[in-house]
């Protein structure tokens, strides 16, 4: 399992995620605050609810992410693009970049720990200049750790 967020420039971030020998390499511009939006979604599956999503836009495609259980430990991870994001089309007409599953705490310990590795390197006031308009995503970071915790 390997999950890697890396702020490219102003207001863009290359993700790559790998589950079982699958991979997808996406995209996203600080139109949507797209880490913040994936680690509220990893949350929500932690405290146990059965399915959440992420969208961040790829100007002018759409990645989305789409976490559901499998079971009581397991996570299956989707990631979709749709062409135009825009055009507000259901997951079915998406292409499929990953479909895979691994245990849900391994996803949200690798989430976790690139969260900390983009506050060590960038801290608050390089995460903001870089990503603009928004914050870095300290109250999701906190929320994983005490979820991981517990």
Same mark, same amino acid.
């Given at each position: 399992?390997?999950?890697?967020?890396?702020?490219?420039?102003?207001?863009?971030?290359?993700?790559?995620?790998?589950?079982?020998?699958?991979?997808?390499?996406?995209? #996203?511009?600080? &139109?949507? *605050? =797209?880490?913040?939006? /994936?680690?509220?979604?990893?949350? @929500? +599956? $932690?405290?146990?609810?059965?399915?959440?999503?992420?969208?961040?836009?790829?100007?002018?495609?759409?990645?989305?992410?789409?976490?559901?259980?499998?079971?009581?430990?397991?996570?299956?991870?989707?990631?979709?693009?749709?062409?135009?994001?825009?055009?507000?089309?259901?997951?079915?007409? #998406?292409?499929? &970049?990953? *479909? =895979?599953?691994?245990? /849900?705490?391994?996803?949200?310990? @690798? +989430? $976790?720990?690139?969260?900390?590795?983009?506050?060590?390197?960038?801290?608050?006031?390089?995460?903001?200049?870089?990503?603009?308009?928004?914050?870095?995503?300290?109250?999701?970071?906190?929320?994983?750790?005490?979820?991981?915790?517990?």
């Amino acid at each position: 399992m390997e999950f890697r967020y890396e702020l490219t420039g102003h207001g863009w971030a290359d993700c790559r995620v790998e589950i079982g020998g699958q991979h997808a390499e996406v995209v #996203a511009s600080y &139109l949507t *605050d =797209a880490l913040d939006d /994936l680690c509220a979604a990893v949350a @929500a +599956v $932690l405290r146990g609810d059965p399915a959440a999503g992420a969208s961040w836009d790829g100007e002018p495609v759409e990645f989305r992410w789409r976490l559901d259980r499998a079971g009581t430990d397991r996570l299956r991870v989707r990631v979709l693009q749709l062409a135009d994001g825009m055009a507000r089309r259901p997951d079915d007409e #998406a292409q499929v &970049l990953l *479909d =895979a599953e691994c245990r /849900l705490r391994t996803f949200a310990g @690798a +989430v $976790l720990s690139e969260l900390q590795r983009i506050d060590r390197e960038h801290g608050e006031a390089g995460y903001r200049r870089l990503w603009l308009q928004h914050a870095f995503p300290r109250r999701r970071l906190e929320q994983l750790q005490s979820l991981l915790a517990a």
